[in-house]
Each structure stands twice: as C-alpha cells, then as structure tokens.
C-alpha cells in the first residue's frame, strides 16, 4: 500500500514515516499544501494523510482541490483543530476520517485499514489476488503458476500488482513508472523496460502462458492468451 503524508512538521513527518515504514506501506511525504496537491493529483496512493493547516495552502484546499478532480482516495485529516465544527467541516469537504493531534501511532494503523476496508473506489487486491494461471502472495513475495514457485524482488511485486489492477489493459508508461518507483524518483524509463523483461521471465519460470504486451511509445499491459 502506497501512503501520502502531507505534514509541515518536519520532526513528525519524519517520524510517522518512519513508523509507516517499519509496517511495511510505501510512504511519500511533503511538507506543504501545494506539493500535496500534485503529489495527490498523481492518483497513485491508496490513502493520504494531509495536515490540515499546511503553508502554501492549507489541508482543506487541498483535500476540495483532489475531490473537484474526482480523484477519491481515502483522505485522513490530520490536525490540532479538534472542536465539532472544524470535525464537520473537514468530513463535508470529503475527508474520509478526522485524527486529533496529539494522537497514539495504533490509532493512526487503525484509522488506516478502517478507511481502505471502507472504501469503494480502491478495488483492493485480496491477499493472494489470481489471475488466470498464476497466484500472487504479496507477504512473501512469492509467484506461483502451473510449473512451481518463484520469489520476486519489491520492484517485481509492485510491478505485478500494477499490472494485477486492471488486467487486459495497456497502462502507460507514466503511470507504471509513478505507481512503482513513486514521484520524486528520477528513474529512467530504460529500468522500466527492464523490470518488465524481468516479470516476463519470472511467468515463464512458473509455467504461466500469461504475457506482458507492449505497445510502443505507450504501455505495457498484463493479457491472457485469446481463446482462439
């Protein structure tokens, strides 16, 4: 799971970062309204927690901003204004759950999985997601088709799990290299094209008849083999 934290705190962005990472999320962090703003128009997180008074613009602006553009991630606001009204005017603006600072790290775990379980939009990928002839165990990172096993590296599980999102579709380049390497990362597109060549040899060391089509200057995208 891919988490975006907005916190202008730099000692408690650092330090729930570092809390999400020993739990295993991806996590993204800023320290301002308008970098929280294009890193959520990215549309690559499954949650995002957003401080709701942040420099530049504020979590509120924020969170109206990405719910105009239709992007609906599940949004956290994060903040010490904790009286009713500002509770009701942050869950009216679209925020899914409203934390008080201070608040207990297990509280924030918790309110994490509640609204991911929650939501709608996120289509969730079950623990061990199928998909023709393969099976996916995301906790051990592990692939299996109808030869056997194979253990796959982060980067090959996240790029399955992309591809495991929206199978017998072209996904473009952009969005791969935002979904599995994050936005501030300068990757070449060259690593893209290599992790690709390394998936296509993991399914066929499991026997899989899966592959990764490519369509040139566009994509790649997980397909079936035709029925014909």
């Known amino acids: 799971m891919r988490i975006l934290l907005a916190e202008d705190d730099k000692d408690l962005n650092k330090a729930i970062t570092w809390q ?16 929280a703003l294009y890193y959520g128009k ?14 530049y613009r504020e979590g509120t602006e924020v969170l109206t901003a990405l719910r105009r553009q239709s992007i609906n991630v599940p949004i956290i606001l994060i903040t010490a204004l904790g009286t009713l009204q500002n509770k009701i005017e942050g869950l009216d603006l679209g925020a899914d759950d409203y934390l ?65 999102h929206t199978p017998e579709q072209i996904i473009s380049r952009e969005t ?32 899989s008849s899966l592959q990764i089509k490519t369509v040139r200057g566009v994509g790649y995208g997980l397909m079936a083999p035709s029925a014909d």
């Open 20 to 35: 999400l990472t020993g739990q295993g999320y991806s996590v993204d962090s800023c320290y301002d309204g308008e970098e």
């Open 42 to 55: 990215q549309n690559i997180y499954d949650v995002i927690l957003l401080d709701r008074m942040l420099p």
């Open 100 to 164: 008080v600072k201070p608040f207990d790290f297990e509280e924030l775990l918790a309110r994490i999985r509640c609204v991911s379980r929650r939501s709608l939009v996120l289509n969730p990928l079950p623990d061990t997601p199928s998909y023709h002839d393969i099976r996916w165990a995301a906790q051990e990172m592990c692939l299996t088709g109808p030869s056997g096993n194979s253990t796959l590296s982060k980067r090959e599980g996240d790029l399955l799990e992309s591809f495991l």
């Open 176 to 207: 791969l290299l935002l979904k599995v390497w994050g936005p501030d990362s300068d990757v070449e597109g060259g690593n893209l094209d290599n992790y690709v060549h390394f998936l296509r040899r993991r399914l066929k060391t499991v026997g």
